[in-house]
């Protein structure tokens, strides 16, 4: 007896889009959920009126024609998301320079040469690398023989030349300035390394693929979280919250289905894993029951480091302020992030979203998120720091915002054990794995795994960020309908 086509653990956006994917190719799913709602990192919460996304504030692809445009009209659930574009890519403030990037590729490098003069042809010849790097990476498929992979490295040398690099390696080639080099790299903290670690990869592909507009959900995003649930639910698909899988069940080494609290047993050949990847594989499936050269690999990745989220309201005006905000203290982001792995606040991203979306908050007011990496044991207990970082953070909004502490009407913020108790991501993971160069792309675990039935979503599978997150769980859908002798599996994505 099989009590459904397929079970998705975990309700971020991955699940959810994996989940939507399937229900609208007829299968019977069921979602499972350990918290009281849908979303994962974008499960939005209320206070008095106010309206806090906790970490995804933009996406690029909600255009016309665009990643997530193409995957709500697949889902037949577009009109339930309006979007308005973002003003800039974003402001950077490091140290004491201060650079506006604007969005289009020839704008936003030229708004560094105008900075940066004396660094001009450097700056020019780093960004068309990227721009070069990610144009051959969209030509070469995902899987290729050893005779067509000869023959790719000849076709696309930039890409094979600079995949295992670090961000660190390529910039350093092409600009000299290490001021100049700090403000070009600056959005590296939104994938939870800096230039010396994180994978140029990584950097290159986040960077061109937001180049072309960025936008936000009005409303907020649980507005595009309840769009994939509606369309789940219409499909007759089901989404039960406030379970936990403790088990997927095994029979002949194949998936079966899962085991909920209290022993509940729910039957399905096909199980869709959006949750944390370690967890899934040592705690739900057992490693007893997976090849050893499988154990190795998922052994040897690493997780990301976590948040501290801060969330404010203030009367302050935030006029000529932008939708997102590097601040640094320092130009030397090597030392930021020893900074942050010590549990201080060096720098952070400021949101304000109410610049685009007045809703979100009560009129007179405007909301700010303050988002930075931190440890998950900084050595002195949450408790203690939580008050600690709040008052820095503060003085950081207070540098970009100036008045917003006089006009404070709500403070909040959540840390590190905050994010593991929502999620269940070893450690409060932010961004699944580490984004280095030996965890980039198609090194990360892929769709399929080594157990027949059983599949992965979201940022612990060839995922690094919201657009990709919805990316990976289309994929793992499609993956599914593959193998189960599909011609017909939904937009290329």
């Known amino acids: 007896m099989t009590d459904y086509d397929a079970v998705v653990v975990g309700s971020g956006l991955g699940g959810l889009t994996a989940a939507a994917f399937l229900a609208r190719a007829g299968l019977?799913?069921?979602?499972?959920?350990?918290?009281?709602?849908?979303?994962?990192?974008?499960?939005?919460?209320?206070?008095?009126?106010?309206?806090?996304?906790?970490?995804?504030?933009?996406?690029?692809?909600?255009?016309?024609?665009?990643?997530?445009?193409?995957?709500?009209?697949?889902?037949?659930?577009?009109?339930?998301c309006q979007f308005v574009e973002s003003d800039l890519l974003y402001r950077a403030v490091v140290g004491t320079h201060r650079l506006d990037a604007p969005f289009g590729a020839e704008a936003f490098i030229e708004s560094h040469v105008r900075a940066f003069p004396h660094q001009a042809t450097g700056i020019r010849e780093f960004f068309r690398l990227c721009e070069r790097f990610l144009a051959e990476a969209h030509q070469v498929p995902l899987k290729l023989s050893l005779r067509e992979?000869?023959?790719?490295?000849?076709?696309?040398?930039?890409?094979?030349?600079h995949r295992s690099a670090t961000l660190a390696q390529v910039v350093n080639r092409y600009i000299t300035d290490p001021a100049c080099a700090a403000v070009c790299t600056a959005s590296w903290p939104y994938m939870g390394l800096p230039p010396s670690l994180l994978s140029f990869e990584l950097f290159a592909r986040f960077l061109f693929t937001q180049m072309h507009g960025l936008y936000h959900c009005v409303g907020?995003?649980?507005?595009?979280?309840?769009?994939?649930?509606?369309?789940?639910t219409r499909d007759g698909g089901k989404l039960v919250y406030g379970k936990a899988v403790q088990r997927v069940l095994l029979e002949q080494e194949r998936v079966a289905g899962v085991v909920l609290d209290g022993g509940e047993v729910v039957r399905a050949p096909v199980v869709v894993s959006n949750a944390d990847a370690r967890q899934t594989f040592r705690h739900m499936v057992g490693l007893e029951h997976l090849p050893t050269r499988f154990v190795r690999r998922l052994n040897s990745l690493q997780p990301s480091l976590s948040m501290f989220v801060l969330y404010l309201a203030t009367t302050n005006d935030l006029t000529g302020g932008t939708h997102e905000t590097f601040v640094f203290d320092s130009t030397d982001h090597d030392s930021t992030f020893r900074a942050f792995e010590r549990g201080q606040a060096p720098a952070t991203v400021v949101a304000a979203p109410t610049l685009l979306d007045p809703s979100l908050a009560p009129q007179g007011e405007h909301l700010i998120t303050s988002t930075a990496l931190a440890p998950f044991e900084p050595g002195t207990p949450w408790p203690q720091l939580r008050p600690v970082l709040t008052e820095r953070y503060l003085d950081l909004v207070e540098r970009v915002y100036p008045g917003t502490r006089e006009g404070l009407t709500f403070v909040s913020s959540s840390t590190p054990l905050t994010l593991r108790r929502y999620t269940g991501n070893d450690r409060g993971a932010a961004y699944g794995w580490e984004n280095t160069p030996k965890q980039a792309g198609s090194k990360r675990l892929s769709y399929q795994t080594p157990i027949p039935g059983l599949y992965l979503a979201g940022h612990w599978a060839q995922a690094a960020s919201a657009l990709r997150v919805i990316v990976s769980g289309g994929h793992a859908a499609q993956q599914v309908l593959r193998d189960a002798g599909r011609t017909e599996c939904g937009p290329e994505l």
Do not use: K, S
């Open 28 to 80: 019977q799913v069921l979602v499972v959920e350990q918290g009281d709602g849908p979303g994962g990192y974008a499960h939005a919460f209320t206070r008095e009126g106010r309206y806090f996304d906790p970490a995804i504030h933009v996406v690029p692809g909600a255009n016309e024609g665009g990643t997530i445009d193409t995957v709500l009209r697949h889902l037949d659930v577009r009109d339930r």
């Open 149 to 161: 992979l000869g023959e790719a490295v000849e076709r696309f040398p930039v890409l094979f030349a």
């Open 220 to 232: 907020g995003f649980q507005r595009l979280v309840d769009a994939f649930t509606a369309a789940i």
